[in-house]
C-alpha cells in the first residue's frame, strides 16, 4: 500500500468558486483515478483562519503506482485547477510512508 495526501487550500474570495468546482469537475476527476481507495475531505483546524483546505487521500496498491500518478495524472489536475483559479488555489502534495499499519 502507498498513500498520497494532496490538499488545496482555497483564498476566501474563490471559496464559492472553489465549493462549485469541487462538486462538479473535481469529484468527476477522482472517479476516474487509477486508485484504490479515495477520501476528499474538507479540512478542520485552528490554525487556518483564512481560506479553506480540502484534502485528497489516494491509496495505491504500491509506490510504483503512486510515482507514476504524480508524474502523469497530478499534474494534468494541477493543470486544469490552475486554469481557472490560477494563484488563489495553492497545491500541497505529501507522500505518506507507513511504518506500522493494523490490518
Not at 487521500?57 to 510515482?67: D, Q
Not at 499534474?75 to 490552475?82: L, T
Request: charged letters at 25%; glycine letters at 2%; zero cysteines.
Amino acid at each position: 500500500m502507498s498513500i498520497l495526501s494532496i490538499t488545496f487550500h482555497t483564498i476566501e474570495s474563490q471559496l464559492n468558486n472553489w465549493d462549485h468546482f469541487t462538486k462538479n469537475e473535481l469529484e468527476t476527476i477522482i472517479d476516474t483515478l487509477p486508485v484504490e481507495k479515495y477520501i476528499l475531505s474538507e479540512v478542520e483546524t485552528e490554525m487556518l483562519t483564512e481560506g479553506k483546505n480540502t484534502n485528497l487521500l489516494l491509496v495505491f496498491e504500491n509506490s510504483k503506482k503512486r510515482m507514476e500518478f504524480s508524474e502523469t495524472e497530478l499534474p494534468n489536475i494541477a493543470e486544469k485547477i490552475a486554469a481557472q483559479f490560477g494563484d488563489t488555489v495553492m497545491i500541497f502534495k505529501t507522500e505518506l510512508n507507513p511504518l506500522k499499519q493494523k490490518n
